[in-house]
């Protein structure tokens, strides 16, 4: 361990902004966190790989890796009150550390756009449904008929590219005009909003007759059905729905006060993205049963499944129309976020103001997104790493998703838990995280010791699967 050398900060960043509250700082986290990654993978990966007994690993690996990991990446961001990259810096120098160590954020920040670009893809999609809902194109629907809905989305270039820019449109404005009058005015509207759209989907579910097979599903444990692969997605989505490894807390981390708890405000971000996942998942399964579909139908679960719901009930326009707004919504505070760490980093870097930085960096990123659109319909049969067994038959698409998922993204992660666990003085960080005695040495030796092991498993799996 290295000698701590000054104190762990200050709010000489407060000039740069800062969240007006501890409440604004959850609803801004948290909606980085619930978004696609809750309401639109975890029903489809929860039903690709057993039901009950998924939750229960996933929940595990919320607990013990990604809290510990969210809250050393809060403290590098409030601690260096700079973008990712200059607080890592910042920090390993208070502490006398090698600067290296900002390749964690170096990782992350190129994750966070990578994902952006097809995430912005998938924004689309809901942007699309908007429409088809309040129009009236899912009454009296039939599973047969929303699937062609949805395929015939998918094989468009020109609708995807057009809901694509849409989506990278409102992410630009809203980063554009910084913190308190873009994204702080936001969340605080539009997450519980969702919220309360999620609580009457899972009403709507209670009447379909199915519920409880639903229940059971999510929450009875079946171990046979739960492979090696299972348990490693798991693991992947903690770090992917946490908005873990993507250097989005280090930038969310530089605008917070000093007077707000990390270890308490950590919990309350993991535990709102994780009932939001678990309604979502109650939400869709009761329907997904009712109609005979595949609780594994994959990626286009969300697009299929709640549309014959809203199709064949009072007011479905209305809802439907209610719902895809506000997956929308999430979707874009989730965008938001992903779009973030990389402008604040060029605003500081840079001779460009924070609009300019805004569009130069979400323009290159829409333009990356182009290649994910192309994947699913005129490059569909293109595999660029065809030649490797564990690729084969990937797409731009996939290739984005499983190397920022399954590689970048814990990658990150592991290095942000060595560096805090074992580079930074522990007074440093007692001080800052202001947890009791009890509390911060199990934190801590879940940063040493849990969270390093479990991601060089994943690393190894990856490699030799």
């Not at 762990?8 to 409440?23: C, V």
């Not at 929450?219 to 490693?232: H, M, Q, Y």
Request: hydrophobic share 55%.
């Amino acid at each position: 361990m290295t000698q701590f050398n000054s104190a762990s900060g200050d709010d000489s960043g407060a000039s740069r902004g800062l969240w007006s509250s501890r409440f604004a700082f959850i609803l801004a986290a948290t909606g980085s966190a619930v978004g696609l990654g809750n309401i639109w993978k975890f029903p489809y990966i929860t039903g690709e790989n057993g039901g009950g007994a998924f939750v229960l690993v996933y929940l595990l690996c919320i607990a013990v890796i990604g809290v510990p990991i969210m809250m050393a990446e809060i403290y590098v961001g409030r601690s260096g009150r700079h973008n990712p990259i200059g607080s890592m810096r910042l920090v390993a120098e208070r502490n006398l550390s090698s600067p290296a160590w900002r390749i964690s954020a170096v990782i992350g920040m190129i994750a966070a756009f990578a994902i952006l670009s097809f995430y912005s893809v998938i924004g689309g999609w809901a942007a699309s449904y908007i429409g088809h809902a309040a129009m009236g194109d899912f009454t009296d629907g039939t599973a047969e008929s929303i699937g062609k809905l949805f395929s015939g989305l998918l094989a468009s270039p020109k609708q995807l590219l057009a809901w694509h820019t849409v989506f990278m449109v409102l992410v630009i404005l809203v980063v554009s005009r910084g913190l308190k009058g873009g994204l702080e005015r936001a969340v605080t509207i539009l997450m519980p909003a969702l919220f309360v759209l999620l609580l009457i989907a899972v009403g709507y579910a209670t009447t379909t007759g199915h519920f409880g097979e639903a229940v059971s599903f999510l929450f009875t444990p079946n171990f046979k059905a739960l492979s090696i692969n299972g348990v490693l997605i798991a693991l992947g989505h903690a770090f992917f729905t946490l908005s873990l490894g993507m250097a989005i807390m280090m930038a969310y981390g530089s605008y917070l006060g000093r007077d707000v708890a990390v270890g308490r405000t950590a919990v309350s971000i993991a535990l709102m993205d994780t009932v939001v996942a678990l309604l979502a998942g109650l939400a869709i399964f009761p329907i997904v049963f009712a109609n005979g579909l595949e609780a594994s139908a994959g990626p286009g679960l969300i697009f299929q499944t709640l549309p014959l719901a809203f199709g064949n009930m009072p007011m479905g326009g209305l809802f439907g129309a209610l719902f895809f707004i506000l997956l929308l919504f999430a979707a874009w505070t989730s965008g938001i976020s992903l779009l973030e760490p990389v402008v604040e980093w060029a605003e500081e870097n840079t001779n460009m103001e924070r609009a300019g930085s805004a569009i130069v960096v979400g323009v290159l990123c829409w333009l990356l997104g182009i290649a994910s659109i192309l994947s699913l319909n005129v490059w569909a049969d293109f595999a660029p790493l065809d030649m490797f067994a564990r690729f084969e038959g990937k797409t731009i698409f996939d290739l984005l998703d499983f190397f920022t998922a399954n590689i970048l993204l814990p990658l990150s992660g592991l290095l942000t838990a060595i560096f805090v666990g074992w580079f930074v003085a522990k007074e440093s960080l007692k001080a800052d995280l202001d947890l009791s005695n009890g509390t911060f040495t199990l934190w801590l030796n879940f940063l040493r010791f849990v969270t390093p092991v479990a991601v060089v498993i994943v690393f190894v799996y990856n490699l030799l699967a």
